[in-house]
């Protein structure tokens, strides 16, 4: 890959509107990019149990297992993160928030490790307006 691509490469990732990361299978976190109140920089070499809370990292590694079992399909999870004091990463409003994650497997060895490509989003708003509009199609039947 030529400095143009890269570069072309690069900027597209930046521009995403979604947290995008690669991950071992170890959960170590090898590029990050997307996070909006942090340096993702400050995340990459860190694991799953460095940056979230105990509870969640369980779910993560099941997905992560999944994603490499099925391989040639994208596992989706969707999760809920509330403020807890070991939680790495600051949330909005200081709420609890919904999250969609998608992982995918790529061909890329970090440290003898399979790692995937995720997309993280939050989905909050989205949950919100499904609850308002089912609760909408309630009171009109």
């Given at each position: ?10 900027s597209f990732v930046a521009g995403l509107p979604e947290l995008v990361f690669v991950v071992s299978e170890s ?115």
């Amino acid at each position: 890959m030529n400095i143009y691509h890269y570069r072309l490469l690069q900027s597209f990732v930046a521009g995403l509107p979604e947290l995008v990361f690669v991950v071992s299978e170890s959960g170590r976190y090898i590029e990050i990019s997307g996070l909006s109140e942090h340096d993702s920089t400050q995340f990459v070499g860190c694991t799953i149990e460095e940056i979230f809370p105990k509870e969640t990292c369980g779910m993560f590694y099941q997905a992560l297992e999944s994603a490499f079992k099925t391989r040639n399909e994208v596992t989706s999870i969707e999760y809920t993160l509330s403020p807890a004091p070991e939680l790495q990463i600051s949330l909005p409003n200081n709420e609890p928030r919904i999250f969609q994650l998608k992982i995918n497997p790529i061909d890329y060895l970090y440290d003898n490790e399979r790692t995937a490509a995720c997309i993280c989003r939050d989905i909050t708003e989205q949950r919100d307006c499904e609850k308002s509009w089912k609760s909408c199609l309630f009171v009109i039947t």
